[in-house]
């Protein structure tokens, strides 16, 4: 999985409340994304099971039932992971900036 | 009259045409799950102007019509179970050519029926203003869409 912005705005999301469903609009909102954007997204990582879906029940709230999406456990697991591997990459990046090969032109 | 706002049925449209690209099996349920967002989009109470969740709505349509462009199913599975695949498939880019041609011509007829309002204005009226630049950005519009639309087909196509 790579980690693009988009897909670590989504993850942290999720991660912000484990046990928590959301459907795509909530999602958007939240992560500050497009439908376009998004929509593929959850496709690949329920393709990867890492967020599974679920209808509500008919009727709920007197509208047309919604799609929620919640992260499996694996899905928590590598989310935890990734955003961890990320946060650790930043600050390595941070803590010693990028040196010029040698060789290079200065 | 169903007492749904203008927008949301547009955006019901738009989601519905976009759904058609899915293969049978998922179609209905994207539709579903893509539909039952709308309410809550053209309601919501965190966008205070009706104008603003109107474009709100049209916009989520609009991505979701992207969306199934770049559905993984959309392009392994096979689209439409009633239909048979085409043998001539219709170029992206046809439809904002088509409205090129159907602007100029309505502006150049309007053009002809109105002569004198069109001369009296002389280079800045606004039909004349709309019959340079309104076709050309549907020309342009069909054009970018055409050559996407052949890069995605030659990406498609198996090599030797």
Excluded at chain 2, 40 to 50: K, M, N, S, T
Excluded at chain 2, 58 to 66: D, H, N, P
Excluded at chain 2, 76 to 101: C, K, L, M, T, Y
């Amino acid at each position: 999985m790579k980690l693009t912005r988009p897909l670590e705005r989504v993850l942290r999301v999720f991660l912000a409340d484990i046990s928590a469903r959301h459907y795509g609009y909530d999602l958007m909102k939240a992560a500050s994304l497009p439908s376009g954007t998004l929509y593929p997204m959850l496709a690949r990582l329920q393709d990867q099971g890492l967020v599974s879906s679920e209808w509500e029940p008919v009727g709920a709230g007197g509208r047309p039932p919604r799609k929620y999406y919640q992260l499996t456990g694996d899905g928590v697991r590598v989310a935890r992971l990734e955003l961890a591997q990320a946060a650790r990459a930043a600050v390595q990046a941070t803590a010693h900036p990028a040196q010029p090969a040698p060789g290079s032109a200065r | 009259m169903t007492g749904r706002p203008p927008a949301q049925r547009l955006a019901e449209r738009l989601i519905r045409r976009a759904c058609r690209r899915l293969p049978g099996g998922i179609r209905d349920e994207r539709y579903r799950e893509w539909a039952a967002e709308l309410p809550a989009i053209i309601h919501d109470p965190d966008v205070r102007f009706a104008l603003l969740r109107s474009a709100r709505t049209l916009r989520y349509a609009a991505g979701v019509y992207r969306t199934t462009r770049h559905l993984p199913q959309a392009a392994s599975a096979p689209a439409w179970g009633e239909r048979q695949p085409a043998i001539f498939p219709r170029p992206d880019g046809v439809i904002p050519a088509i409205a090129a041609v159907a602007a100029w011509a309505i502006i150049l007829g309007l053009a002809r029926a109105f002569p004198a309002v069109v001369s009296s204005s002389g280079p800045w009226h606004p039909l004349v203003i709309a019959a340079l630049f309104l076709p050309a950005a549907l020309v342009a519009l069909a054009v970018i869409r055409f050559a996407r639309w052949l890069r995605r087909r030659s990406r498609q196509t198996p090599g030797p």
